[in-house]
């Protein structure tokens, strides 16, 4: 069975993956970029962005890992667009034209819309679903191979208390956001279903990998 | 000046450093002795509890951190005893005749009592005080070495929301406790006061030092 994969998915010390106060200029709020400059300085960022250079160690060897396998993405609503979207016809996500995901995208959302074709292969769905539900749709979708969980942290926090999260990549930069939304509520006990693996690196963040027992 | 320091606190994933229903044979509540197993297998602790053996790996070399050039120690009320020590007028806290302290430890309660002076170089204040002013006397009792800072959350809490800890070791045990006393509420943009390193071990755990910036 494909497997649900968490790729790059970064928490504040306190847990937080988003900060408070988003918007349009603000898709993670308070946090700015902060959660995400470890991967800005990696080898696979910069190729993502056509670009040459960026560090090709440990921080680059996870998020590589964001790619390969991938058949299709489940993402929440709130990071398809800032809070509003819904009620604006023509918006297509942040992401241009030429959307980095290159396969079909499911955006949960309560306020479903016609399907969008975008190039390079990405095609938006919208699906007003259960994560089960949702997570069926995205497998047919996937065609055997893995589907990724985009986040935010609702949505990721949600598969996780169903027990429907296979691989879970974390990143935990060493900062107190103190606001926001919190990847860490209600899960109690969640280690005793997965194989936890810790590493921090020279740029100071920790990946913690949580691998899920064989059920 | 003599710093104030924080040593082998350890939290979970989530960030509590006590789960909830504690009692007389609880102190940590629900999370029993699981953020402390990584402590309990060093030679340290071995050493302490006068037996030989123990691992003296990386997490041995920080929990050893914890003794050199301490004059005193700050605790909070819930760390001296269960809740409700306070109306039996022979507790003696936890530890036996000869608790590990060795130096004078201030105990900070809305409910002062005459001191107790144990065997072993330990004595117990009792002290209804701020942060500040609970430092200030601990200061002149430590004789120009350092105060330890000895827990629980709630007390390391306030006195890193009032600028006065210049060391702290914290360590990430990779559990969810879902519930019970968070170290981090409150402290936004704290790392904007300390350098900070991250290193995980064999173990598992991630240590963090938050190392005071010059002020």
Redesign the interface.
Known sequence: MSKVRVHNFAIS???FATGADQGPNAPFGHAGERLHEWMFATRFWYEMGGAQGGSAGADHAFAAMHEPGIGAEIMGAGKFGPPGWQDDPDHKGPWGDNPPFHTPVFVLTHRPRPSIEMEGGTTFHFLDASPAEALQTAREAAGGQDVRLGGGPTVVRDFLTEGLVDHMHLV?V??????GVRL????????EAYD?????TPS???H?TFTAKTR
Chains 1, 2 share one sequence.
């Open positions: 010390l306190d847990g935990q060493p900062i107190l956001l103190g606001r860490w509520d209600g899960l109690e006990s969640l280690e936890i693996e810790t590493v921090s100071r963040v920790t913690l």
